[in-house]
């Protein structure tokens, strides 16, 4: 089964900047739809940037629009989340997920994805 890795959390003070990464453990691995989420302990896991591959439609929140920037390098098959201006409540686990859809702009709901990265931690306090 694929694995999808993300890598790029830590701890920073407020109004510092981030990029995460999510990479298939299969380079052969394609998904349309592919999506960031982030989940507080105690709280839903919601999304914070999705992308359809094919047509690079994206989508934001409000909490986060203007913040953060969903991008894809295909060549090396990456997913890549570049976060500013970050914020205490952006604390969270953070994961990637990626799903075949045949929507344009593809879903901020977590249960239309099928494949789960194990989350890094981001972490923004002074």
């Known amino acids: 089964r694929v694995q999808l890795m993300e890598t790029g959390g830590d701890s920073v003070h407020p109004g510092g900047s981030l990029r995460l990464t999510c990479a298939p453990s299969?380079?052969?691995?394609?998904?349309?739809?592919m999506a960031w989420f982030r989940q507080s302990p105690g709280e839903e896991r919601e999304a914070v940037a999705t992308?359809?591959?094919?047509?690079?439609?994206?989508y934001y929140p409000h909490s986060v629009e203007g913040r953060f920037t969903v991008s894809r390098d295909n060549a090396q098959n990456t997913l890549f989340l570049q976060m500013n201006n970050l914020k205490p409540e952006d604390s969270a686990m953070y994961y990637c997920?990626?799903?075949?859809?045949?929507?344009?702009?593809?879903?901020?709901?977590?249960?239309?994805?099928?494949?789960w990265g194990q989350g890094t931690q981001v972490t923004v306090s002074s």
């Open positions: 992308i359809n591959t094919l047509n690079l439609n994206t």
């Open positions: 299969d380079l052969n691995y394609r998904r349309n739809c």
């Open positions: 997920a990626a799903a075949d859809s045949a929507r344009s702009v593809c879903s901020s709901n977590r249960w239309a994805y099928s494949d």
